[in-house]
């Protein structure tokens, strides 16, 4: 487990492995401002115990990927669908990724934003996507996976200046958007706060993910063309991506498993964890019986 960078499209990667290289692959994306060290180790050591080759990353502009540049103006990326980047090219990065790993395909995972990316690779890269889970996430489509106004305020508060700032500020945050019906475990919180800066933030970064999250089209009728196995979970509480969202993305998506989790918000908590590994595994099979 040794953090390695790599140069792809253009710009650096930050990203780990776990477990044997002839595993099963299982490429983890994470969500909006989040390194990928939010796919906790023991989560990723788990899923080795599984049979799985596990690869987390940071996405660019986060962690100790690189920095992008250009000012994200929110409310263009609303109405005129334009950002600094786009999912797609996210996308193109994961793909990119799995190049420079020798594989020419994986099991992919996104939570929230990565999720949005999974189905994205899936969609534009579907010889690379051998099973597809989607977790808290939505297809883009306006009218579903809505926030509720409290989390969406919460998403739009100025970044942190510090790094006192920046913890009290993630702990406040999934008081909010966290899962109601399980324990708040503040210390572990503030510890991956703590991290991940240390490890390095881009609160521009943060912005300009959001706008390409806001500039995305609708993928449902793409989704609809994708033949892999997949699993959407969904917190049945979740108030950033309304639960519609992941609805949504189970419809869309040709005999996709939906698990909607009771208690659930928009997090994983640990004690999900056995239930959305299981899903994981059950679709990985259902790929390798497919393929």
Same mark, same amino acid.
């Not at 049979?51 to 409310?75: C, E, K, P």
């Not at 994205?120 to 996507?129: C, E, Q």
């Not at 510090?162 to 503030?190: N, W």
């Given at each position: 487990?040794?953090?390695?960078?790599?140069?792809?499209?253009?710009?650096e990667?930050?990203?780990?492995?776990?477990?044997?290289?002839?595993?099963?692959?299982?490429?983890l /994306?994470?969500?909006?401002?989040a390194?990928?060290?939010?796919?906790?180790?023991?989560?990723?050591? %788990?899923?080795?115990? &599984?049979g799985?080759?596990?690869?987390?990353?940071?996405n660019?502009?986060?962690g100790?990927?690189?920095?992008?540049?250009?000012?994200?103006?929110?409310?263009?990326?609303?109405?005129?669908?334009?950002?600094?980047y786009?999912?797609?090219d996210?996308?193109?990065?994961?793909?990119?990724? *799995?190049?420079?790993?020798?594989l020419p395909?994986?099991?992919?995972?996104?939570?929230?934003?990565?999720?949005?990316?999974?189905?994205?690779?899936?969609?534009?890269?579907p010889?690379? /996507? *051998?099973? *597809?889970t989607?977790?808290?996430?939505?297809?883009?489509n306006r009218?579903v996976?809505?926030?509720?106004?409290?989390?969406?305020?919460?998403?739009?508060?100025?970044p942190?200046?510090?790094?006192?700032?920046?913890?009290?500020?993630?702990?406040r945050?999934?008081?909010?958007?966290g899962?109601?019906?399980y324990?708040?475990d503040?210390?572990?919180?503030?510890?991956?706060?703590?991290?991940?800066?240390d490890?390095g933030?881009?609160p521009?970064g %943060?912005?300009?993910?959001?706008?390409?999250?806001?500039?995305?089209?609708?993928?449902?009728?793409? *989704?609809?063309r994708?033949?892999?196995?997949?699993?959407?979970?969904?917190?049945? &509480?979740?108030?950033?991506?309304?639960?519609?969202?992941?609805?949504?993305? #189970?419809?869309?998506?040709?005999? #996709?498993?939906?698990?909607?989790v009771?208690?659930?918000?928009?997090?994983l908590?640990?004690? /999900?964890?056995?239930?959305a590994?299981a899903?994981?595994?059950?679709?990985?099979?259902?790929?390798?019986?497919?393929?």
């Amino acid at each position: 487990m040794t953090e390695s960078v790599v140069e792809v499209n253009g710009i650096e990667l930050c990203h780990e492995t776990f477990g044997d290289p002839g595993g099963r692959p299982l490429l983890l /994306v994470m969500g909006l401002g989040a390194p990928m060290i939010w796919w906790d180790e023991e989560f990723c050591e %788990t899923l080795v115990a &599984q049979g799985f080759y596990v690869i987390r990353y940071d996405n660019r502009d986060a962690g100790r990927s690189s920095g992008m540049t250009g000012v994200a103006n929110l409310a263009l990326a609303y109405t005129l669908r334009t950002s600094p980047y786009s999912l797609a090219d996210m996308a193109d990065d994961a793909a990119g990724l *799995l190049d420079v790993l020798g594989l020419p395909a994986a099991h992919v995972a996104g939570a929230s934003m990565g999720g949005m990316i999974a189905q994205t690779l899936a969609i534009r890269h579907p010889s690379r /996507v *051998l099973s *597809l889970t989607s977790i808290m996430s939505t297809t883009g489509n306006r009218l579903v996976g809505r926030p509720n106004g409290k989390a969406m305020s919460m998403l739009l508060t100025p970044p942190p200046r510090t790094r006192d700032e920046y913890v009290e500020l993630a702990v406040r945050t999934f008081r909010l958007i966290g899962s109601p019906g399980y324990p708040f475990d503040e210390e572990r919180m503030r510890l991956r706060a703590q991290r991940t800066y240390d490890r390095g933030i881009h609160p521009g970064g %943060t912005l300009r993910q959001l706008a390409a999250i806001m500039s995305a089209r609708d993928r449902a009728p793409k *989704l609809r063309r994708v033949r892999v196995p997949a699993l959407v979970v969904h917190g049945a &509480q979740d108030p950033l991506v309304n639960v519609s969202g992941g609805r949504a993305t #189970a419809r869309a998506i040709p005999g #996709a498993d939906l698990d909607v989790v009771p208690g659930m918000g928009h997090d994983l908590p640990r004690a /999900v964890w056995p239930r959305a590994i299981a899903g994981m595994v059950r679709i990985a099979d259902r790929a390798k019986v497919t393929t």
